[in-house]
């Protein structure tokens, strides 16, 4: 990607990363190093404050009522629409719609567009390396009109495959839906030339901007696709609010998504005359303080200077690519470096869970699993993938500190390895008998006890899951298998003829392994009624456990109990 910087206008670090306050916080008492921007990125003061803002002097219902606050609300409401217009080049207001978010404006094309539109075998088309958001709205409107959905393949670089394009888009096509980035490759699609070939056989296309708007000038007429969606979360700005772009030829002839006021001019109980666009597809009152919020997105941008911060965030890229090149073990899922900071990695015998759970406790944020991208995962042939996503109030120093942790955590599974002489898929299993010693609970109080930080506790639990025997193949079973638990894990119940029940747990993950060694230590060898009685959350709190866990880490330590007590009403 060739990137012409006319001068450095007025971006600097400095003063950019000083608008975000929450990079000043601890997280498990390091300084936070977020790199998980891909997901959603920090607010600066200016987004804070124009929302607070709102609130506390133009609290009002917008388009309706007749008084003076309300109209200064929607005067504020309706002026960032003609902003999101100007930022992202599109013709009229009128094809700017506010959704909650990337996700809500497919889900309208989809269901408006789609569902009066598609018939029996129609195409969509799709790619590998699409967001479930970009799935799962077609796949459903595809069931409800008999329409196809074909898939784009990739490149080895991850990009989707331009010399493919006519061997998947045909005369059956009707629409082709996209990333402009994938948010685990961070490879630029070739744009222009699907859209040339979705327009040589009169298909539609929508575009799925969430991972682009923050990192390239999007002109959507320059492009010339026939949606847009992006989400404002994703660019610095507020949670829960999103832009549908469309052409307004389309969307004038698309029925409403959903019904209620404001997307009506008259309602009769014989009849309702629907409202004129944008309106139409805006039913109820929408999120007027995060779109007034948005407003003050775009201002803080373009008093960036977005060509300055786009060399910035290209030079932090290639030196982020560079530095994790040298960890040991490291394997990036595609080839090349990426176009924008995402990279995605496993690290050979490592669980992607247990690095990220790693990284957490000395207070760097970033994402493993599958990134709501299974079939990407799919394809690659990967089970998931660790994912450092950067933005530029990130700093290189923050990179050079990440990646001498993943040296760290590499370096000490190898010295493990060197005193146990296995690596960890060779660990002992444990195949026939339930008469494994677990520790006792007191001996998890007095582990715990000694362990005063995070990063110590996580040590602990990891040490935990080392020692935990694991399941044979043969127990791995549907039956066994734990839902609701982001790594897979499995748990094997018996009840003994004294009616004392014995466990056996498993994972892929040795953080979640060590979770089982805590939560065994409270139930194994332990009659129905002693389980019971047992104040689970009570240990866990005083264990410091969820306090600190991640919400998905903490939700598999509850469908782990909740594994265990559903087991036990089956005898």
Known sequence: MKITITSMEKFTFTSFRQQFPILEDLINGHALVYFDNAATTQKPICVIDSYQNYYQLNNANVHRASHALSARATLAFENVRGKVRTFINANTNKEIIWTKGSTESINLVAQSWGRSTLQVNDEIVLSYSEHHANIVPWQIVAQQTGAKIKVLPLTLSGQIDVEQLESVIGERTRIVCFGHISNVIGKINPIKEIIRVARKYKALTLVDGAQAIAHLKVDVRALDCDFYVFSAHKMYGPTGVGVLYGKREL??????????????????????????????????????????????????????????????????????????????????????????????????????????????????????????????????????????????????????????????????????????????????????????????????????????????????????????????????TELSLITGCESQAWLVCNRENNDIFRFKGDSDAKVIRGLFAIILAAVDNKTAAQISAFDMDKYFNELGLLQHLSPSRGNGLRAIVQKIYSSIELY
């Open 251 to 476: 969307l004038e002839k698309m029925p409403p998504y959903q019904a209620g006021g404001e997307m009506i001019k008259a309602v009769s109980f014989e009849q309702t005359t629907f409202n004129d666009l944008p309106h139409k597809f805006e039913a109820g009152t929408p999120n007027i303080a995060g779109v007034v919020a948005l407003g003050s997105t775009i201002t803080f941008l373009e008093q960036q200077g977005h060509a300055a911060l786009l060399e910035y965030e290209t030079r932090l890229k290639q030196y982020c690519f560079d530095k994790l090149s040298t960890v040991e073990g490291l394997t990036y899922i595609v080839n090349e470096a990426p176009d924008i900071p995402v990279f995605s990695f496993t690290l050979a015998n490592q669980h992607n869970h247990d690095v990220a759970t790693a990284l957490d406790s000395v207070g760097i944020a970033v994402r493993s699993g599958h990134h709501c991208a299974m079939p990407l995962m799919q394809y690659l042939h990967i089970d998931g993938c660790i994912r450092l996503s950067l933005s530029a109030y990130n700093s290189f120093e923050e990179v050079d500190f990440v990646v001498q942790q993943l040296k760290s955590i590499r370096k000490s599974m190898l010295e493990e390895n060197e005193k146990t002489g296995t690596f960890e898929h060779k660990e002992i299993t444990d195949s026939n008998s339930f008469a494994t010693t677990h520790l006792a609970v007191d001996d998890i109080y007095t582990i715990f006890a000694k362990a005063k930080s995070w990063d110590s506790k996580h040590r602990e639990i990891m040490m935990l899951g080392k020692k935990q025997l694991r399941l044979a193949e043969a127990d791995k």
